[in-house]
């Protein structure tokens, strides 16, 4: 066993364990106490010369305070090298300041981050305008997976019709839906989306009548649902037959996840960077490929 732990919230104990078992190390708990108040009592049980903590950022406002906690233990307890695993990022949308007098959230929580830790980890980052996740963490070693060929390696297995289309709701998506589509051997389109609110989107499609062919909808981040949502009756209304969601993460509540499925989506598919009922996709063979080097084993 090398003396390389990975650290985890319950939040993210499955799939850090998962990790864990590929690398030949261990999953250590990180055990958080609430006070009445609300603060959190942050213990971890063990601390080596190496260390990663596991955390996916969804619901970020009390994980990022605790995961500072966190960190803050390791080092404490004899990390000098820390490693983030945050397979979903937060804040990584609001790039700049639209509006006098906002904060620009990505450059804030970057800087916390990058105070934190020596190497940090995540996968389809949602970045606008700063391509590179390095510009987002300068001085800091970032590095950012891609969950496409987990995706399409899923999807392939399911051996789905072979004229099936691969949609993405905005230009946004492009990426992912290029690489999915190229992979599994089928026609990519995206659409071109307008917001009109935090949950409200208009959609508009490249394309005329579907006849009935199926279509596999893909997207970095479903939040509200409503992209989704939209998308799925803009195909509809162009005659698609199943529509079928892969997302890699799956931030959306029941709620939203009942009209995705009134709208039309047959199967919602979503990676395991957010642990969530729809995930089906796993990324612990992508995180520990990359984790490897930290163990010291490199077979
Ligand atoms: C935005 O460009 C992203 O790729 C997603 O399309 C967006 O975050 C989804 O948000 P919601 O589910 O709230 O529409």
Redesign the pocket.
């Known amino acids: 066993m090398s003396g390389f732990f990975l650290h985890a919230f319950e939040h993210g104990r499955r799939e850090a364990a998962k990790i864990a078992r590929r690398l030949g190390t261990r999953a250590a708990p990180i055990r958080v106490h609430k006070f009445p108040d609300d603060e959190s009592l942050v213990t971890v049980s063990q601390a080596d010369a190496r260390a990663c903590i596991y955390c996916p950022l969804d619901r970020p406002n009390a994980r990022l305070v605790e995961l500072m906690l966190a960190a803050d233990a390791l080092r404490r307890n004899g990390a000098r090298r820390l490693v983030l695993v945050a397979p979903y990022l937060c804040y990584m ?1 609001q790039d700049m300041a639209f509006h006098a007098g906002e904060a620009v959230a990505q450059q804030a929580v970057s800087r916390l981050l990058g105070s934190l830790f020596d190497r940090i980890v995540t996968v389809d980052p ?1 970045l606008h305008r700063v391509k590179e996740i390095s510009s987002v963490f300068p001085g800091t070693e970032a590095e950012s997976l891609s969950a496409a060929p987990a995706i399409a390696a899923f999807v392939k297995a399911k051996a789905l019709p072979r004229d099936m289309l691969v949609a993405g ?2 230009g ?2 492009r990426q992912w839906v290029e690489q999915i589509g190229a992979a599994l051997g089928c026609e990519s389109i995206v659409g071109a989306k307008r917001r009109l609110g ?2 409200n ?1 208009a959609i508009e499609f490249p394309l005329h009548l579907l006849n009935g062919r199926a279509v596999l909808l893909v ?10 949502i939209e998308a799925i009756r803009g195909l509809k209304r162009a005659g698609a037959g199943a529509v079928r969601l892969a997302v890699t993460h799956a931030l ?1 509540d029941p709620a939203a996840e009942k009209h995705m499925r009134e709208a039309g989506a047959e199967e919602i598919w979503s990676s395991d960077s957010i642990p969530h009922p729809t995930n089906a996709i796993p990324l612990a063979d992508l995180l520990a490929a990359t984790l490897r080097r930290e163990t010291g084993v490199t077979s």
């Open positions: 949308r949602h709701p905005d946004e998506s935090d949950r989107v997207d970095d981040i479903v939040s509200s649902g409503g992209t989704m959306f």
